[in-house]
């Protein structure tokens, strides 16, 4: 199957219009989490919010409301001299109803890989200010606002998600009036496990096995690549076939890779996505040190660090009871 | 004030109206703050209290304690339990630190299923004002 590659996100820096030789079965889930997480580490330090404004100044009466939810008699938040109370600080830069102003397209982008990615669910976790200056009635609110961090997948008592922590800086007027760290946990609720209709990885393509390669798939069940060799001309042949292609001859027998290779090519796939396949990609092909060439994913590096010519060695990666892939990973003292 | 000073304990009724006031007060529309039955569909028992009111009633509980002329410098916090209808929130401090007029305070605040929020408050209370509840002596 031949398939287009094209760019679908902005934080790949592949070639676009590359056609790529697909084959399912080639990708590993591992591999996906660690591309999730090098694109949604990309995000740390890229603006959240950029010139954001108050939907109103600080006004008496959302301060009274807000003192008569609270309980709160401070005598300080009223009369003439009134301050807000400081723990109003993010109060005055919610979007209510009519939404956000100042978020960031990239903000957006960041929460909706996540949400595309199942971590559909959202809650605050952390919120942590800094009171630099009050805030008085009749004061414009402005703020601009940072992605901080992007943790790593977290396993939590709601489910599993990742961390997002974003900084922001609140102004009334020209002054720093306070600081706003504030922490989210965007997660896949645990309840949906086993549920139906519930994200549930679908499981990868099974090789067609038959018996011109047979050999192939039992060597690969023992965690060992078997390489095809005419016996009548001692040609190594790749993938597996009846005959011999440089003799003719049909009598062979196998050698063991020895599990040494480079990347002779690669494509990374970013579309279509398929079942079981979280993109992008890379698929590598794969020269052996015995001369064959196959194809492979490329494992140990993020997709985008694949390059003709990187050292690999090869690995069996198990993905369920019944299927084990080659995959190749790169050489630890090339990284 | 002094370190390990306790403050009094703050004793909130978690009514649905705490809740939605709150919720609608921070400007909050998130629906788990206020439709029980979209918060159930996303996985909740019912509504629960927003971030926002929780910083809230930590900020109250710090002003009420050290009075009117408190600054309040810096409120960090953390939720685990969530708050939810019909739930008491017991709110406890313990000065940690005292560095000449001002104060590091934690503050934890349990409900029927654990700690819903824990965090630290720093507090300037200006000379010659005193806290208007007496501190509960040295612990």
Known sequence: MYQKCQRDAPWGDEDEGATVKYELGLSHDREAIDELETRLKAYEGRPAAVAGVGKDPVNAPMIRHWCEAMGDTNPAYSGPDAIAPPTMLQAWTMGGLSGHTGRTQTYEELLG???????????????????????????EISFDSVIESVSEKKTTKLGTGYFVTTRM???AGPDLAGTHRFRILKYAPRRQAGRPGARKQPSRPRPVVNRDNAGFWEG??????LIQRCTGCGALRHPWLPGCNACGGLDWDTVEASGEGTVYSYVVMHHPPFPAFDPPYAVGLIELAEGVRMIGNVAGVPYDKVRIGLPVR??????????????????EETV | MNAGDELPPLELEITRTLIVAGAIASRDYQDVHH???????????DIFMNILTTNGLVGRYITDHFGPTAVLRRVAIRLGAPNYPGDTMVLRGTVEEVDDDTATVRVVGANSIGRHVTGTVTVTVPAGTTATVPSAGPA
């Open chain 1, 113 to 139: 890989l996540l949400d595309e990615a199942g971590y559909t669910s959202v809650v605050a976790t952390d919120c942590e200010q800094d009171y630099l200056r009050p805030l008085r009635p009749g004061d």
């Open chain 1, 169 to 171: 800086d609140i102004r």
């Open chain 1, 220 to 225: 690969v069940r023992q965690h060992r690549l």
């Open chain 1, 314 to 331: 090869l690995g069996f990666q198990e993905y369920d009871e019944e299927l084990v892939l080659p995959i190749w990973r790169v050489r």
């Open chain 2, 35 to 45: 439709d029980a039955e979209l918060a159930r569909q996303k996985g909740s028992p």
